[in-house]
């Protein structure tokens, strides 16, 4: 064991919940005295058919998914579900409107475009704009799906509210880096989709939540395993699922129904956020971009006034234990990734981290 | 612990090295004093990417991989492979040729004539039929590529060599259930792939090695993560890797090393398989129905010639300890499966239980 406490502020792959990996760790060459680990188990056997079933209604719980929705595992994150999306969803000549408030979004707008007209329905062209109210956004009524970003991970910027857009349009969103971070009205989805290695588990792991409706063949030529239908009709065992990713995301799902679900996540990581936001708002010494009205509560983006102490900020953080704390490399700055597993004692590390930064060098 | 010995026959998600295991668990929760796990480092720091590359390079020496050869990690497994290989190597209107001995290489061929037009270029119908010389395979002088699977895992049937086609032609080989399991002469090869649940790793990654000048985009309109070129490019990172699954495979691949690497797993391999198709020819209770000039080492499949006591014998057999035997879905009978991981006193293990169980039903 490390002797000093370490918090592990990276964007992603992220910390895990320590009871999480601590039960892993115990049950790993042997798991419930079956003599093998779950990674030696067949997908198709008895053991590891209940292991993703209770995943599965774990999940379905904590987001309380209505009737008439699939749940799916695949692999290929998030990224692959920026083509995915549309090759399911929409034909080659079908309108898609995109909103693009941040860097994944401008990514999963820039695929979609090699499969569909995909069109910019609101852009902000940086984390400072607040983003514009959905009135405003330009929505073709015969849009075959409006696709957002509920949080930019790398600008910071979060939707603090499902997006009211007609109900007949689907609406697509990358929950990536803030699924099961708060309640969601699933009901006012389309489709659904986040990579695992936020709030969910390890990479390599995608979750998609989608309507029934959805899972029809709207174009010919897309492959097998980039069909929803494909996936929902097999349970997610067209071929072999990223087995233990599976499971351990069943155990994050089993800790996070202990913590009380996500009403008392919601709360947690409010509060978390607010401290952290409290502290650099009190502060001339430090900046935070994002207008309050759509400041991320899982990826703090802050800058120091003094540009030039960044690195020294960095290499100090990392001397107290406070890890992965630098910007993306597309934007520069200070990011501090506060999702579920991130306890608050983490955050006040950080928050006085910042007090006694800003003593020595302001 | 489970109190007695486990040995776990599964074809895959298959046993794992119980060293391999053991490390895994060891640092599962603290890497190296780093004081977080594996899977909460970001694929992009200075720590992930040393696991990564040492892995790469471990692969690269244990196969011997020549110059102008790329290695990836990527997701979706084999059967992802079946649609990319084609969309990156064929166009439209290009013929693939595909040589079918058994199931696996039935499904790539299906999956294959949606994008190009796949020809059979050798078909055997059923695993007792001995596959043809390749000097009777119908190969098209223009073919986009050659595809043929060298270990079929359901039907256990065994290229015993690398099958001599004109060099201009690249060979496209799914050797999921095969790799490592002995030396192969990648420079034969234009591309190969496999799923890493056998001899690999853990499900949830696959392994790409693919010839460099084939690295071209020969068609649009393909995702972003189907195109090789876009991983090569990007070392496998283009969005985040399954981290752990790699990391995992790397510690495999060090196991391999240090076990004499593949020309000593060969020679394991072949005592193995020997020992137990020798248990079932000497022996008018079982009956091994593939050729012995394609025998497979690493899937040996066996029925019992009274085929009413096969749920006993798989019964009978689990409660000896020697799980997961059991045949197929589609084809039924028994299954052995002896990847790398599984050690010699398994297979005495069964050839033992084999002739317990004739003594007591034969």
Request: proline share 6%; net charge negative.
């Amino acid at each position: 064991m490390s002797p000093r406490a370490i918090h592990n502020f990276s964007a992603g792959p992220a910390m895990l919940p320590k009871a999480v990996l601590e039960r892993a760790q115990a049950e790993l060459v042997d798991w419930q005295g079956r003599g093998i680990s779950v990674m030696e188990m067949s997908h198709r056997g008895a053991d590891f058919t209940a292991i993703a079933e209770k995943a599965t209604n774990n999940l379905k719980e904590l987001l309380d998914v209505p009737d008439g929705y699939s749940v799916l595992f695949l692999q290929g994150g998030a990224t692959l579900q920026f083509s995915m999306a549309v090759l399911n969803l929409a034909k080659q000549d079908s309108i898609a409107d995109y909103v693009v408030t941040g860097s994944w979004g401008r990514k999963a707008h820039a695929e979609a475009r090699r499969f569909c007209e995909a069109r910019i329905a609101a852009l902000t062209q940086r984390p400072s704009e607040p983003i514009p109210d959905v009135s405003q956004w330009s929505i073709s009524p015969e849009a075959a799906f409006v696709h957002y970003t509920p949080n930019e991970t790398i600008d910071g910027v979060e939707f603090h509210d499902v997006p009211d857009i007609p109900p007949s349009i689907p609406l697509v969103a990358d929950f990536s880096s803030s699924i099961l971070s708060r309640p969601v009205d699933v009901s006012r989805f389309g489709l659904i989709y986040a990579g695992a290695q936020k709030n969910i588990g390890p990479a390599g792991l995608t979750v998609v939540i989608i309507r029934d409706d959805l899972l029809s063949e709207v174009r010919s030529g897309v492959p097998d395993l980039m069909t929803y239908r494909v996936h929902a009709a097999s349970g997610s065992m067209k071929n072999t699922p990223p087995t233990f990713a599976w499971y351990l995301a069943g155990l994050v799902f089993e800790w996070l129904i202990e913590q009380g679900g996500l009403a008392a996540m919601a709360i947690r990581n409010q509060e978390k956020a607010e401290r952290l936001y409290r502290a650099l708002d009190q502060s001339d010494f430090y900046t935070a971009p994002v207008p309050s009205t759509c400041r991320s509560r899982m990826n703090v983006v802050f800058r120091l006034v003094d540009a030039d102490l960044e690195s020294t900020f960095l290499q100090e953080a990392e001397g107290a234990g406070l890890m992965a704390l630098k910007g993306h490399r597309s934007v520069g700055g200070i990011r501090a990734s506060l999702y579920n597993a991130m306890p608050l004692a983490g955050v006040e590390a950080l928050v006085e981290f910042l007090g006694a930064f800003e003593a020595r060098y302001g």
